[in-house]
């Protein structure tokens, strides 16, 4: 089974900065990966994902995010934020084998600063 | 609008009490996930349906029961509830029944709170 680490609960950034959000998983082998966002009193809308191929992939809204196997890594980056995007962040991990889910981390929540 | 609909938005019940939740998916959808939403859990899978067989299921209370229905929607159904029980309830649908790999679209919820 899977597991997704997301060593930072809250974050804040000034508008106009980049930012990285980190994410680090435990998997036996090269998991599916997903960044999804939460803005308040909404679901989650995926960002973007990582099944295989190049390790950066780009995603909506300006995010990108590069899969490190030898980290065990799936940092989230933005070169520079938008007060648009204080929302809470969460890092997925899905398994491969048949019984395997999509587990979420605990998510982390992004502060913008004007 | 995600094309997800979830109902209701908003419960709030003894405990005690039973309570169901419904979630029609996204249209073309064949997969139902149910997620729940906590403060010191997190996003916690409970369980996912694909044309209406159970699929895969996680840490589903045994107190916790869901079915899909043959026109897709899904209900969950949540008994002798606790407090503890209080916590967003997502709901979200794909197309495959790859419980891995699929990209899922979400509901807007529907909060529970017992009192």
């Known amino acids: 089974a899977q597991s997704v680490t997301q060593p930072d609960i809250h974050i804040t950034v000034s508008e106009g900065a980049s930012l990285e959000l980190r994410c680090n998983y435990s998997?036996?082998?090269?998991?599916?990966l997903f960044w999804y966002v939460q803005s308040p009193g909404q679901g989650l809308q995926l960002l973007l994902k990582?099944?295989?191929?190049?390790?950066l992939v780009q995603g909506i809204k300006g995010f990108e995010a590069e899969f490190k196997r030898s980290q065990s890594s799936f940092n989230l980056r933005k070169p520079s934020v938008h007060w648009s995007d204080a929302a809470e962040y969460f890092c997925?991990?899905?398994?491969?084998?048949?019984?395997?889910?999509?587990?979420f981390g605990k998510g982390t929540r992004l502060h913008i600063l004007p | 609008d995600s094309g997800v609909t979830q109902t209701p938005k908003h419960l709030i019940t003894a405990t005690g009490q039973r309570v169901t939740l419904r979630c029609s998916p996204r249209s073309g959808d064949l997969s139902v996930y149910w997620y729940q939403q906590s403060l010191d859990q997190g996003l916690q899978f409970l369980i996912q349906?694909?044309?209406?067989?159970?699929?895969a299921k996680g840490n589903i209370l045994e107190r916790f029961s869901a079915q899909q229905f043959p026109d897709l929607h899904s209900e969950l159904n949540l008994s002798s509830l606790e407090l503890g029980d209080s916590a967003l309830y997502f709901c979200?649908?794909?197309?495959?029944?790859?419980?891995?790999?699929?990209?899922?679209?979400f509901g807007a919820g529907s909060r529970l709170t017992v009192l």
């Open positions: 979200a649908s794909s197309v495959g029944w790859d419980s891995g790999a699929n990209v899922l679209t």
């Open positions: 998997y036996g082998a090269t998991p599916y």
């Open positions: 997925a991990v899905g398994g491969r084998g048949r019984d395997d889910k999509i587990i």
């Open positions: 990582y099944f295989s191929g190049d390790t």
């Open positions: 349906y694909y044309n209406g067989e159970e699929r």
